[in-house]
């Protein structure tokens, strides 16, 4: 008998292949449905819908008692104490100019925290999985945070919110502190920047207003390649502020982050 997490985990899997390698061959056949939602840069074409669309009908198959919440409109309650989080591709702007760095994440939630995530990058073939306690892996090989201790050493990331309001304080606190790391990253697709921490391609990845379907996944994939992950208290990650590193530069990030203009 298998266990709760290494059940979800593999049907998290099946699903996020499944919709990314739906999404990817509409994206080779060319987008006719885009919208905008929060503001006029926020995109959602019928990929995302169909992705999530797919993803959802497979859960509801599955696990007809699970809650689930979804980007694109799923608000669904449940019974089992299971709730699942899914961004059925994040990183649409990427998608829409068909740069590869976007993704399917699903993560699946009870009441000790999150069980499991898996964020799928479909153009790149790349498959981050994790189950809580079971170690965090990358197509099947299992994947570790870096161990760069120096500020200045250090590769960070962050994202951009869609209101141009909120990406003006974003853009000037990177002006504060560009001198003191090795270089700042702005890949697009969060689920997939908090992952490359998680396997030591970036140092520290930090963004504010993310929604759970942006870090679900990610964040128990980051913790269980040994990062430390949270807000600027250093309490659990919520809706503002993700900060992700390895455990030795998390504080100097916070320190940095505040120093810069941070909340
Ligand atoms: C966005 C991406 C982006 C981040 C934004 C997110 P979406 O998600 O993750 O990198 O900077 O804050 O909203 O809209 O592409 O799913
Ligand atoms: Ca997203
Ligand atoms: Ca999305």
Redesign the pocket.
Known sequence: MTDLGTDLVALAEKLARSAGSLALAGRKKGLTEVDTKSTAT?MVTEFDRASERLIVDGLIESRPHDAIVG?EGTSRDGTSGISWFV?P?????NFFYDLPNWCVSIGAKDAGGTVCGVVYVPALDEMFTATRGGGAWLNGKQIHCGSIAELSQALICT????DSSNRVAQAERILRYIDKVRDVRRF???AIDICYVACGRLDGYY?E??WPW?YVAADLIAREAGCRTGDLTGAPIDNRDVLISNPTLFPQLVTLIRESGGK
């Open positions: 926020d980007e961004d591709i994040d990183g649409t702007t994202g951009f919110n869609y697009g697709a969060a963004e207003y993310l942006d």
